[in-house]
């Protein structure tokens, strides 16, 4: 399987789509008209490890909420992305098994080599 959840609107996904020479086999899931499954983010969690490592911590709402300022466990990071979209790092894509999150220059590498080796 070949997946990215990704924000429509966002630049920074649409420079890293051109960047990466996103293929038309990638299936994409804009995660604002579509929003993510508890299965889809389960999924994810299973293969990055937690559902922080899945969490935006730049989202607007992080810093609207306060809520770096709370002791945010597991569950509190998986029902937040559940709860609003922009609270997933993005993009996250998902290639034959291993995912890539977020917009890192080392990410974007990986995603590159990845797709084109």
Same mark, same amino acid.
């Given at each position: 399987?070949?997946?990215?959840?990704?924000?429509?609107?966002?630049?920074?996904?649409?420079?890293?789509?051109?960047?990466?020479?996103?293929?038309?086999?990638?299936?994409?899931?804009?995660?604002?008209?579509?929003?993510?499954?508890?299965? &889809?983010?389960?999924?994810? &969690?299973?293969?990055?490890?937690?559902?922080?490592?899945?969490?935006?911590?730049?989202?607007?709402?992080?810093?609207?909420?306060?809520?770096?300022?709370?002791?945010?466990?597991?569950?509190?990071?998986?029902?937040?992305?559940?709860?609003?979209?922009?609270?997933?790092?993005?993009?996250?894509?998902?290639?034959?098994?291993?995912?890539?999150?977020?917009?890192?220059?080392?990410?974007?590498?990986?995603?590159?080599?990845?797709?084109?080796?």
């Amino acid at each position: 399987m070949k997946k990215v959840y990704y924000l429509s609107t966002c630049d920074t996904c649409k420079r890293i789509f051109d960047e990466v020479n996103l293929p038309e086999d990638v299936e994409k899931q804009d995660i604002k008209t579509n929003t993510i499954t508890t299965s &889809q983010l389960e999924e994810m &969690q299973s293969l990055s490890g937690s559902y922080e490592s899945l969490f935006s911590k730049r989202a607007q709402l992080y810093r609207k909420r306060d809520l770096k300022n709370q002791n945010l466990q597991e569950d509190d990071f998986k029902s937040l992305i559940l709860e609003h979209y922009t609270f997933l790092k993005r993009p996250v894509f998902i290639l034959d098994g291993e995912i890539f999150i977020g917009n890192s220059k080392k990410t974007v590498q990986a995603v590159k080599q990845h797709l084109h080796g």
